[in-house]
Nanobody, 120 residues
Framework: QVQLVESGGGLVQPGGSLRLSCKTS????????MGWDRQAPGKQRELVTT???????SYADSVKGRFNISRDNAKNTVYLQMNSLTPEDSAVYYC??????????????WGQGTPVTVST
């Protein structure tokens, strides 16, 4: 079973930066795509960014040029560097990991979420 532990959320002023981390632990064969979703109060969850095992990335239009996703395969950890934050970025951010388990089945799992609040 795979567990995800997120960290790095908190309160930041508009224009500021935060860096989120998500570490994967447990039993698995290989991690494929990693990424981040977010959900603001009263809104649907949206996909923010992904990074595949080759390092290719994708971003939602709303965060392009401001957010950067990266991964450290040796540490089974994915990071989200968020810059030029605005109040519209306030949400609970969820890490997502798509992996192959020990039975060679594809499985997707999400973290518990870490809140990000952008406010004065």
């Amino acid at each position: 079973q795979v567990q995800l532990v997120e960290s790095g959320g908190g309160l930041v002023q508009p224009g500021g930066s935060l860096r989120l981390s998500c570490k994967t632990s447990g039993s698995f064969f290989r991690i494929n795509t990693m990424g981040w979703d977010r959900q603001a109060p009263g809104k649907q969850r949206e996909l923010v960014t992904t990074i595949n095992s080759a390092g290719s990335t994708s971003y939602a239009d709303s965060v392009k040029g401001r957010f950067n996703i990266s991964r450290d395969n040796a540490k089974n950890t994915v990071y989200l560097q968020m810059n030029s934050l605005t109040p519209e970025d306030s949400a609970v951010y969820y890490c997502r990991v798509y992996y192959i388990n020990e039975h060679y089945k594809y499985v997707e799992v999400w973290g518990q979420g870490t809140p990000v609040t952008v406010s004065t």
